[in-house]
């Protein structure tokens, strides 16, 4: 019942910058997290950041100081802005919805590809 559709990958320089946006097919003004994960092939899943509903945010420490989450309810969207990148940063980026109703239930975009060259 929901999709979350990520965009903004890409091929990008050292140094460089992206922005990811992720669209949710539902209302997300009361979920509790939206965050984006990545994942290199033949390593865990990391969290990158997330945002709860009230505004709270974490970050990676890899990636603090470099990258900004935001959501804007009003749209059903979260965007990470992305500064600075290095090659490490190269990966395929997931939008993620963290629902608390009932249970903790986590939804998952298909992935953006994310490539920083040196």
């Known amino acids: 019942q929901v999709q979350l559709v990520e965009s903004g990958g890409g091929l990008v320089q050292a140094g460089g910058s992206l922005t990811l946006s992720c669209a949710a097919s539902i209302r997300i003004f009361s979920i509790n997290f939206m965050g984006w994960y990545r994942q290199v092939s033949g390593k865990q899943r990391e969290l990158v950041a997330r945002i709860s509903n009230g505004g709270r945010t974490n970050y990676a420490d890899s990636v603090k100081g470099r990258f900004t989450i935001s959501r804007d309810n009003a749209k059903n969207t979260v965007t990470l802005q992305m500064n600075s990148l290095k090659p490490e940063d190269t990966a395929v980026y997931y939008c993620?919805?963290?629902?608390?109703?009932?249970?903790?239930?986590?939804?998952w975009g298909k992935g953006t590809l994310v490539t920083v060259s040196s």
């Open positions: 993620n919805l963290e629902s608390w109703s009932t249970q903790t239930i986590n939804y």
